[in-house]
T-cell receptor, first 115, second 113 residues
């Protein structure tokens, strides 16, 4: 049973560019959440997608956007990159049908470096 | 408001027990989680506890929850060198629209032979 997968594993961009990160959820999961983890810190919630809609959003600017596809996979897009966007971007999947628990399982992350 | 805090570092001898502590401020938290992160990797879900429980045991892991003091702890029995990692506690509140996780800053555990 494949777990959560993310691509690419590493990415280097320059300021002002745009980036797209991809995530495939664990088999049987229908909800995808994205987190940003700066070096030496805990992950910060960006947003969550369910039924192809953004359901909840953290305190991130509109430069951060996403999408969920009918097969439950998801993309995170970041426009006008800033140096401060350098971080590990983590995708987590969960099952809405599991009720209140909805434990989130994380992928290995995409390391984004902005120069 | 939402705030989760952890101590930064814990050093322990192989074979001893480790106790990692966490405090949270949101009294409406419904689930509390412990995740493990090894260098260069994502987060591995270790265990969780529902807010109406005060203890949960899972093999070498014991979670204690003091809801009155909003204090959560993770005890690892017979700590091994493979337990060296960063441990994050996280809380969530179930909402119809979803359940974002709020994480602490992580506790780095170093296991010495």
């Amino acid at each position: 049973d494949a777990g959560v997968t993310q691509s690419p594993t590493h990415l280097i961009k320059t300021r002002g560019q745009q980036v797209t990160l991809r995530c495939s959820p664990k088999s049987g999961h229908d909800t995808v959440s994205w987190y940003q983890q700066a070096l030496g810190q805990g992950p910060q919630f960006i947003f969550q997608y369910y039924e192809e809609e953004e359901r909840q959003r953290g305190n991130f600017p509109d430069r951060f956007s996403g999408h969920q596809f009918p097969n439950y996979s998801s993309e995170l897009n970041v426009n006008a990159l800033l140096l401060g966007d350098s971080a590990l971007y983590l995708c987590a999947s969960s099952s809405y049908a599991s009720g209140g628990l909805r434990a989130q399982y994380f992928g290995p992350g995409t390391r984004l470096t902005v120069l | 408001g939402e705030d989760v805090e952890q101590s930064l570092f814990l050093s322990v001898r192989e074979g001893d027990s480790s106790v990692i502590n966490c405090t949270y401020t949101d009294s409406s938290s419904t689930y509390l989680y412990w995740y493990k992160q090894e260098p260069g990797a994502g987060l591995q879900l270790l265990t969780y506890i529902f807010s109406n429980m005060d203890m949960k045991q899972d093999q070498r892991l014991t979670v204690l929850l003091n809801k009155k003091d909003k204090h959560l702890s993770l005890r690892i029995a017979d700590t091994q060198t493979g337990d060296s990692a960063i441990y994050f506690c996280a809380e969530s509140r179930t909402k119809a629209a979803g359940n974002k996780l709020t994480f602490g800053g992580g506790t780095r555990v170093l296991v010495k032979p």
